[in-house]
């Protein structure tokens, strides 16, 4: 396999969720760590008021390019975008934009998904799935390599997974023609029966989305990258670097202020939490090696015989990564506690919940009344709880991830990048990485020093 710097030399990358946690992080170290790449499209859905040409500006001014503008002061000449909106049949691109993305796009990264856990099911699935399928007949040209970004909990109906794919019990046609003509309010109620043991809509449209690549990915170079819990950045493109408060960061942020006492977990199992720049560092490289190994097949004799549907939806081409940490760096629960008071059994938490937050949320949001200030505790404290709802299945559910996939992934790069694209989270110790967790989350997301 070529090193990093030289297999993205002359490469067009484009990525859907381009301007969030992950893509920036995927940007930044592409820009920064392959000089030669020649360009990165990012698909950039319009917002009120503001238009994707002005969002790329302020993106490129954002503080996970602060190293990089050092370095190379004119870095955004490399970035482009397409307005899309992905929820739209046609994905919102204009004529010009998909003969572009046909003609141009070398590597094709997609890490967009509606990340609310308890979304609507029509909207998950019009997101996590629908979105899926019209990337995959987007008719790409010169496509090396199509990255999939799912989760490592897309199967949490299992208690151990392998790098495989897995019959999701749900075949996703039926889904989508039953949510066609179906009313939100009876989708709501048939919900339940469809997730059966699953928490919640993102697992299983995550699942369905698998389902989608195994099936209709065809003859195109497909990988699939499973992340944990994303978490801020150990090392790059800064320590602690961070850009929302979703999943562990919200209740880490909501302790340190005081407004969380309480956390449903079980002391006893390893939470997976994964920093962000291991999961860039994973999504970088499998695009690599699926690339390589797609345009050897290509210059061998015979491979360009057509490919039937059928073997194409059974092919073992399609490999999958698990970028977590649980398996060779566990982080067990319990030492968590120093920063969270972790309640194990249900009964317990709602009566410490009860002690600890809302009755001092009523007490708090009393006297700002009383001083004719806006009520806010009883309100934040909902939030809170919600969220700790959401989360609780993950805290309180062991699970085991097989990674030989990755293992192997990190030994295909060259010497030189195994330490810059860096897959082993053994390098660091939960303890030293918390401080940089907490700093970061103040420096980021608090904005305090």
């Not at 490129?60 to 870095?75: E, G, H, T, V």
């Not at 790409?140 to 949490?156: D, G, I």
């Not at 989608?212 to 150990?234: D, H, Y």
Request: net charge positive; charged share 25%.
């Amino acid at each position: 396999y070529p090193t990093m710097a030289e297999f993205y030399a002359g490469k067009t990358v484009a990525i859907t969720g381009g301007t969030g946690f992950l893509g920036q992080g995927i940007t930044e170290k592409l820009l920064r760590t392959c000089p030669d790449i020649s360009k990165i499209i990012l698909f950039i859905r319009t917002k009120r008021n503001t238009d994707p040409k002005e969002r790329l500006k302020q993106l490129a001014m954002k503080p996970a390019f602060d190293i990089l503008r050092q370095s190379q002061p004119n870095f955004h000449e490399k970035l482009s975008f397409v307005s899309c909106d992905l929820e739209a049949d046609d994905l919102g691109l204009s004529s010009d934009d998909r003969r572009t993305l046909r003609n141009e796009v070398n590597i094709f990264i997609h890490s967009a998904a509606t990340l609310k856990f308890n979304e609507h099911l029509r909207i998950s699935y019009e997101m996590n799935v629908l979105c899926v399928r019209r990337l995959l007949k987007l008719k790409w040209n010169n496509l090396q390599a199509f990255v999939h970004v799912s989760t490592a909990y897309a199967h949490v109906d299992r208690k151990y997974m392998k790098e495989e794919f897995y019959d999701c019990g749900i075949d996703y046609l039926d889904l989508e023609a039953t949510l066609k003509w179906l009313g939100d309010d009876a989708i709501e109620k048939l919900t339940p029966d469809l997730l059966k043991t699953r928490p919640n809509t993102y697992t299983l449209t995550k699942a369905l989305a698998e389902d989608v690549i195994c099936r209709e990915s065809g003859n195109l170079p497909t990988c699939i990258v499973r992340p944990s819990m994303i978490i801020p950045a150990w090392q790059e493109p800064m320590p602690g670097w961070c850009t929302n408060v979703y999943g562990p960061t919200a209740f880490i942020i909501a302790y340190g202020k005081g407004l969380l006492r309480c956390c449903l977990a079980d002391r006893e199992i390893n939470a997976d939490l994964i920093p962000v720049d291991f999961v860039v560092n994973g999504v970088i490289g499998a695009a690599m090696k699926t690339a390589s190994e797609f345009i050897h097949r290509r210059r061998s004799s015979g491979y360009n015989k057509i490919m039937s549907s059928e073997t194409a939806r059974k092919s073992t081409n399609i490999q999958i990564y698990h970028i977590n940490s649980s398996t060779t760096n566990p982080l067990n629960i319990d030492k968590l506690s120093k920063y969270l008071v972790a309640y194990c059994q249900r009964v317990v938490y709602d009566y410490s919940v009860f002690a600890l937050q809302t009755l001092p949320a009523h007490v708090m949001d009393t006297c700002l009344s009383l001083a004719n200030q806006k009520r806010q505790f009883v309100k934040l404290n909902g939030k809170i709880q919600s969220g700790m709802e959401v989360m609780g299945f993950f805290f309180t559910t062991n699970f085991q991830w097989d990674r030989s996939n990755a293992d192997r992934l990190l030994q295909a790069f060259q010497p030189g990048d195994r330490k810059m694209y860096n897959l082993d989270v053994r390098v660091f110790t939960w303890k030293d990485y918390f401080m940089t967790y907490i700093s970061g989350a103040k420096k980021f997301i608090l904005k305090e020093e």
